[in-house]
């Protein structure tokens, strides 16, 4: 009984140091406040963004993985790139098709006895 008894007072020493150590004394002060890891935006504003900003943009690690903000402004920005270039290709090829049409019916042989 008294080994079981020593035990007990033992680890409640031991609780109470890890305690005071992580919490702190109250002699020294308190860590200072570290500003956040912020992404300083990487993606161009003046140009379309490519392959290669991509591939070189990286995320800034928060306590529980990313910050979940940052990454969905650069999703919605991506999103809307890619819309404003699928609309852009999409007026292309129609442009193209219509040119490529007059072009095909421009360049055929009047048939002999066509009427025109």
């Known amino acids: 009984m008294f080994m079981f008894l020593f035990l007990v007072v033992g680890l409640a020493v031991v ?3 890890v305690t005071l150590s992580v919490i702190g004394g109250g002699d020294s002060a308190p860590l200072p406040d570290v500003a ?6 990487p993606l161009p504003q003046d140009r379309p963004v490519n392959h290669a900003d991509i591939e070189t943009l990286r995320f ?3 306590a529980r993985g990313y910050r979940m903000d940052e990454v969905d402004d650069v999703l919605s920005r991506l999103a809307a790139e890619l819309a404003e270039r699928d ?4 007026d292309l090829e129609s ?3 219509g040119a490529q049409a007059t072009a ?3 360049m055929r042989k009047p ?6």
Do not use: F, K, W
Request: charged residues 25%; without cysteine.
């Open 95 to 97: 442009a193209l098709a």
């Open 87 to 90: 609309a852009r290709i999409a």
């Open 15 to 17: 609780v109470g140091a």
């Open 60 to 62: 800034p690690l928060a």
């Open 111 to 116: 048939i002999e006895g066509d009427q025109q």
């Open 104 to 106: 095909h019916v421009s």
């Open 36 to 41: 956040p890891e912020r992404l300083d935006d």
